[in-house]
């Protein structure tokens, strides 16, 4: 079972430690507990390879991320997170007749790397898996992040919304039920990214936002409040309570037309349950806006929307976004007279986030990033030598006004420039800049304003 391995990695020992090995060494912080099991059956925790093989043939479910407990299965005992995983249900009607060619089509449409492995379930869904080039701690606001990045992902590619949570079960893979595996591993600092640039992709095209009216004119809305029957009035009560959440009514709003709805219902909800619904949707923490999948779900019609949150200030946000980061590099490169060279993992050390000088980019999404500045014609780059001993260097492009901000400098490449100054004209002002040398040895713009 080398996907396994592949997965757990030192997470796991080969056979159950001895008494005397413990009272030795301790008890290891770094080895986690897996839970397995069969179907209504009681869960059985796992820490050895040999138990793992061994339950296999026996138990049909098991967690691919890791706990700290042997007791407890739940998102504040985790220890590891080791894969991002989504479940593609194919008895939902825009998964109808899904084939593992269409998984696989859905995952270059969405922007994601190659899976690592993917599992059919006997109803003829699949499991799909990208196992971390490193396992990360699953510190609260870590869990957090990865439900999201993973919700998102499940959003993509239509999969199911409810199978949501760092510490949920999936299939236990066997040779029967793998039909795709690859060497292929992703960080998460990657799939974070992967998020942010969806994200501001979306906002740029001008999907339904929070506090849009028009997501309650959609058909699909529009069905679920003519009325439902008993069996689905819950269900939709709540989710009609965030649907007018999202679209920006107030709680005591969203109740009055919420108990108006209720009386078209077959039969009515006792109206405290209505009241109930409200709150549960309004309170602290509850989801920005309804779930695709349970609109589709309820009303039967196709339903595409995405609530996105505003963005925050930086010093709010976990996670930057990527333009922020170019201005880090473009920032270290100006305190160290325009040129920075050695390995290029030493130089990833150099570049911190101007609001938490504890963390730093990822290796990959520094490299995507001077990439970026050096298509942009910002800086350029160049390598010495092979191997461990190769410098990389890294320098602002002195054909470009180095000095200049990404933003000031995508003005300018949008307004246009010619050869002979660097003077834009922007909406009836010319705004001629003026370099300024300080004696730190920084170079800064001012900018002198006048009617055009």
């Known amino acids: 079972m080398e996907v396994l391995r592949n997965l757990y990695r030192d997470q796991l020992t080969e056979a159950p430690k001895r008494a005397s090995q413990i009272e030795r060494t301790g008890y290891s912080k770094e080895l986690g507990w897996i839970f397995v099991c069969e179907e209504f059956t009681q869960p059985r925790a796992i820490r050895t390879y040999r138990s793992l093989f061994g339950a296999k043939?026996?138990?049909?479910?098991?967690?691919?991320?890791?706990?700290?407990?042997?007791?407890?299965?739940?998102?504040?005992?985790?220890?590891?997170?080791?894969?991002?995983?989504?479940?593609?249900?194919?008895?939902?009607?825009q998964n109808a007749g899904m084939i593992f060619p269409d998984v696989m089509d859905r995952v270059t449409s969405a922007g994601l790397p190659t899976p690592s492995l993917v599992v059919q379930t006997p109803s003829g869904g699949f499991h799909v898996y990208w196992y971390l080039k490193e396992p990360r701690r699953a510190f609260p606001k870590v869990v957090d992040h990865y439900n999201r990045v993973q919700r998102m992902i499940a959003e993509e590619m239509n999969a199911d919304l409810q199978a949501i949570g760092a510490e949920r079960w999936f299939r236990l893979p066997t040779e029967e039920n793998t039909i795709f595996r690859s060497e292929e591993r992703v960080s998460f600092d990657d799939l974070c990214d992967w998020l942010t640039e969806l994200q501001e992709n979306h906002s740029k095209k001008g999907k339904v936002a929070l506090g849009s009216k028009d997501l309650l004119s959609h058909p699909a809305i529009l069905k679920l409040l003519e009325g439902v029957e008993e069996g689905q009035r819950?269900?939709?009560?709540?989710?009609?309570?965030?649907?007018?959440?999202?679209?920006?009514?107030?709680?005591?709003?969203?109740?009055?037309?919420?108990?108006?709805?209720?009386?078209?219902?077959?039969?009515?909800?006792?109206?405290?349950?209505?009241?109930?619904?409200?709150?549960?949707?309004?309170k602290p923490g509850s989801p920005l806006g309804p779930s695709s999948y349970?609109?589709?779900?309820?009303?039967?019609?196709?339903?595409?929307?995405?609530?996105?949150?505003?963005?925050?200030?930086?010093?709010?946000?976990?996670?930057?976004?990527?333009?922020?980061?170019?201005?880090?590099?473009?920032?270290?490169?100006?305190?160290?007279?325009?040129?920075?060279?050695?390995?290029?993992?030493?130089?990833?050390?150099?570049?911190?986030?101007?609001?938490?000088?504890?963390?730093?980019?990822?290796?990959?999404?520094?490299?995507?990033?001077?990439?970026?500045?050096?298509?942009?014609?910002?800086?350029?780059?160049k390598i010495e030598g092979k191997g461990r001993g190769a410098k990389t260097y890294i320098s602002l492009n002195t054909s470009t006004d180095n000095t200049v901000s990404l933003i000031e400098f995508k003005m300018k490449k949008k307004n246009g420039s010619n050869s002979n100054t660097f003077m834009d004209r922007v909406v009836g002002w010319f705004l001629p800049p003026v370099r300024e040398i300080l004696s730190?040895?920084?170079?800064?713009?001012?900018?002198?304003?006048r009617f055009y």
Request: proline residues 2%; contains cysteine.
């Open 294 to 381: 349970w609109i589709e779900t309820l009303s039967g019609i196709q339903f595409k929307y995405q609530v996105w949150e505003g963005a925050k200030p930086r010093e709010e946000r976990t996670y930057s976004h990527l333009d922020e980061w170019k201005e880090d590099i473009l920032a270290v490169l100006r305190e160290n007279g325009g040129c920075i060279c050695g390995a290029q993992r030493e130089l990833i050390k150099l570049v911190v986030s101007e609001v938490d000088t504890t963390r730093h980019l990822s290796y990959s999404s520094f490299k995507r990033l001077v990439n970026q500045l050096i298509n942009e014609g910002l800086v350029k780059k």
């Open 234 to 282: 819950d269900n939709t009560c709540y989710t009609l309570a965030l649907a007018y959440k999202a679209a920006g009514y107030e709680e005591d709003q969203a109740l009055s037309s919420l108990y108006q709805w209720n009386e078209k219902n077959s039969p009515s909800l006792r109206q405290i349950e209505v009241k109930r619904k409200v709150k549960s949707a309004f």
């Open 57 to 93: 043939e026996k138990y049909t479910y098991f967690t691919p991320n890791t706990f700290y407990r042997n007791d407890q299965r739940h998102a504040g005992s985790l220890r590891w997170l080791n894969a991002m995983v989504i479940d593609i249900d194919v008895k939902t009607s």
């Open 440 to 449: 730190s040895g920084r170079f800064f713009y001012v900018y002198c304003y």
